[in-house]
Each structure stands twice: as structure tokens, then as C-alpha cells.
């Protein structure tokens, strides 16, 4: 069997349905393919929902114009999938709180990080201890210091991913629900995707946004690609039925030689998303009594309270990260038909609306300065450092 579009996507996550969805809307005819029986289950399921601008270190440096335009186009995004389909996303806008425990993170944040922070576009706030827990009563008595982020926002990626299918039904994108993709090729004259059990699309171009899957696909991208495995849990505050914390907070704390990374990101009805744990080059999306006991317990230090709420969902996703934790966007073959858009480890929902623009640019032939600049900054051909030696980051979202 044989069917013909446009354009032909691989990978139902927030950073395919989001480049469907704007491709769909400049008149394009989409076919959208996804293995799993519904889109966003895979790390779009798994994400804790922060629009980071500065809490994830590879916000920083050479991805932070990429970052700073994601993030400005992200109010109207969200206003247009709402008036699509008619789901509005809630989201916290009072910014996140990162914190240390002790003296000698502060001296970490102020010398290190903060200077990073500042040559960013977005603004910063040391807080003092008091300070952090008047804008957090909940936070330990441990805590020294920290930094406000304030234009850092926080939604919940599923209630996100319920808009995006609801605006690509309406807007006519054909979507393949346990449709494998098992190859995908390009000739002079277009691309196609071969899926399991014989059937093929042919299109004019075939973009690739299978997360950490899509160097199977694109073997140009094997040797950069790696899963990151992240786990997390919800619990849900008593008696809040509205966001329990007022902010998004993070620390990073090290003890007995180890160092974990209590992330929190409040939610509109009353549940606390509570993460995360980070495995470099692990591949089983399986979540783990190991992994939540770890996460309990350095939320425990972080805020003593949550350790007495209910847990009401235990999860793990795979983050899909290249090399160098930068997205890869753009061309990957000779005849310029297969497009990559995939390595954005945990900075997928971030970058949703921005990687829809830049891929759609990519398609066009045609970029402002800006654009220009933020393709230049992820394009696939790029020097990668080598996996073995990649900067390990702040981990931010499974």
C-alpha cells in the first residue's frame, strides 16, 4: 500500500505534533506516523512540564538565544492552540526557585553559575534564606540562599499534548496511530517511510522527531544520540485543589559523596510532580523502587513536608539528548528530503514552539537573521564533542 503527502513525520511527541501543526497550517498535507497507540506517550508523557530559561545548564551559552525565543513565542503559542481546539493549558508564571543547602552551593551558585545567568537574556534574583521561604514557606530550614528565576513558567505536558492532538484533528493532519516507521530514505525526487508491515508514505520531505530513537532511522545520527533516563512521581498536597506551591524549585544537593537533583513543579489542581533522577545511556523507560526512593529522599531534604503526601503516579521516560545536550535541526542527507529534529534531552516542551518555526523555515529555503542564527547554532553537522566526555547537566525533565 502506498500513500502520498507533503510532508510525512515521524514521532508523535510534543516537538512532531508541533512542527504538524505548523506545517498543516501554512496548507501542507501532513502525515503524521507514530508507533505507540496514542502521541505523547513517550518522553512527552514522561517531561515535568518547566519552560526553562536558565534552571537546565545547557540552557546556557550558545543555546540561550534558541531558548530566549522559544520562550517569547510560548504566550501566543499557547493562545492559538487554545482557540483551535477549544483546550485552554494552565500555566504558572511565578518563575522557579533554586536554592542551596549549605554554604558551600551557595559559593557554587553565586561564582559559577550565577555569572552564567547574567550574561543570559533572562533576569535573576538572589534570595536570602528568608527571603526563599517567605516566596516558599515549605522549604527547608537548611536552606541558605538561592536564586529566583522569574521567567521561568510550568505547565502540565499532558494537559499540553491534549491540545496539540485536538488542533491537529481539527486542522486535518492525518495521524497513524501503531504505525512503525522502520526506514526512512530520500531520492532526488522526494522521501518515503517504510513502515512495518509493508505499507509506505512517499512525500516531498520526511521529518524525523522520533526522540531518542530517531538515530535508528537517520543512522548519520547513531553515534550522537543517547537516551538519559529520568524518573518521577506525583503527590498531591491535602486539602489544595489549586497549584500547592507558588513556584517551580530546584536544588542540586550533595552528600556522602553523592549528589541528587530535587526538581518540583507544582501542577493546577492540587498534585506536585516530584523528580527527578538522571542515568546517562540507559534505555529502559521502567521506573524503579530504587529510583523513587531516591527522589523521596532528597525531597525530603529539599521540603520535609512532601514527604507526607500521597503519591498518586510513579513514572520514567528517556529523555532524547544529542552529544552536546543542543537540539539537531535540519537537513541530514545529500538530497535535502530528511530532516532531523530531535536531541533536545530535557528541553523538549521548552523548545516545542521554536523548533516548529525552525523546522518550518528549514522547509521554506528561507530564514530572518534570527532564525538564521538559531539553525546555525543546531544544525546537524556540527562538531560534536565525543559521548564519552559530554557535559553532564542539571537534570531538569525525564
Known sequence: MRETCEVAIVGGGVIGCAIAHRIRSQGRSVVLVEAASQLGLGASDAAMGGILTQTESSCLGRLSPVIKHSRDLYPAWLAELAEISGVEVPVLDGGDIQVALDDEEMTRLETEILPLWEASPFAVEQLTAAEARKL?????????????????????????????????????????????????????????????????????????????????????????????????????????????????????????????????????????????????????????????????????????????????????????????????????????????????????????????ELVTAVLDGRADEEIARSLEICRPDRAFTPLRTAPKPAPTAP
Open 136 to 356: 516558599e514557606p515549605l522549604l527547608s530550614e537548611a536552606v541558605v540562599g538561592g536564586f529566583l528565576l522569574p521567567d521561568e513558567l510550568a505547565l502540565d505536558p499532558r494537559e499540553l499534548m491534549g491540545a496539540l492532538r485536538r488542533t491537529m484533528e481539527r486542522a486535518g493532519v492525518a495521524v497513524r496511530l501503531e504505525a512503525r516507521a522502520l526506514r526512512v530514505a530520500s531520492g532526488p525526487g522526494g522521501a518515503r517511510v517504510e513502515l512495518r508491515g509493508g505499507e509506505t508514505i512517499h512525500a516531498e520531505t520526511v521529518i524525523v522527531a522520533a526522540g531518542h530513537l530517531s538515530g535508528l532511522l537517520l543512522p548519520a545520527l547513531d553515534a550522537v544520540m543517547l537516551p538519559i533516563k529520568g524518573e518521577a512521581y506525583n503527590v498531591r498536597r491535602p486539602g489544595f485543589t489549586t497549584y500547592p506551591l507558588r513556584h517551580h524549585v530546584f536544588a542540586e544537593i550533595t552528600s556522602d559523596g553523592r549528589t541528587g537533583y530535587p526538581y518540583l513543579v507544582p501542577r493546577h489542581d492540587g498534585r506536585l510532580a516530584v523528580g527527578v533522577t538522571y542515568e546517562e545511556g540507559v534505555g529502559d523507560p521502567t521506573p524503579t523502587a530504587a529510583g523513587r526512593d531516591e527522589i523521596a529522599r532528597w525531597t525530603a531534604t529539599l521540603m520535609p513536608a512532601v514527604a507526607d503526601w500521597p503519591v498518586e503516579r510513579h513514572w520514567a521516560g528517556l529523555r532524547p539528548a544529542s552529544a552536546d545536550h543542543i537540539p539537531i535541526i535540519g537537513y541530514v542527507d545529500d538530497h535535502r528530503r530528511l530532516v532531523a529534529a530531535t536531541g533536545h534531552a530535557g528541553l523538549g516542551i521548552t523548545l516545542a514552539p521554536a523548533t516548529a
